[in-house]
Nanobody
Framework: QVQLVESGGGLVQAGGSLRLSCAAS????????MGWFRQAPGKEREFVAH????????YYGDSVKGRFIISRDNAKNTVYLQMNSLKPEDTAVYYC???????????????????WGQGTQVTVSS
């Protein structure tokens, strides 16, 4: 089992920045690729970003590319999502998720992840 706890959400004005954190416990953190997803009210869950277990490779959803940065610190068992130039359409609950490196699942598909956090609310005001 892997336990994931997100933090760092809140209310921010458009154009501002937030950094989300996701602390993991329970298994060897570097054995898991990590992803961030988000879900706004009435919308489907959306892929945001992914980082491999070593941190060497990252992927981003088209709507956040160039504005968000995913990173990880394996010594601290934590993955981060730096969100810059925030827009009202970024308002959502943000979830981190862990995907076993042996899963070989598609990084942008939520069903390929093994564990999920409870989510943290991000609200961007216009």
């Amino acid at each position: 089992q892997v336990q994931l706890v997100e933090s760092g959400g809140g209310l921010v004005q458009a154009g501002g920045s937030l950094r989300l954190s996701c602390a993991a416990s329970g298994r060897t953190f570097s054995n898991y690729n990590m992803g961030w997803f988000r879900q706004a009210p009435g919308k489907e869950r959306e892929f945001v970003a992914h980082i491999t277990g070593s941190g060497a490779t990252t992927y981003y959803g088209d709507s956040v590319k160039g504005r968000f940065i995913i990173s990880r610190d394996n010594a601290k068992n934590t993955v981060y999502l730096q969100m810059n130039s925030l827009k009202p359409e970024d308002t959502a609950v943000y979830y981190c998720a862990a995907q076993s490196i042996y899963n070989y699942g598609t990084y942008y598909v939520g069903g390929s992840y093994n564990y999920w956090g409870q989510g943290t609310q991000v609200t961007v005001s216009s």
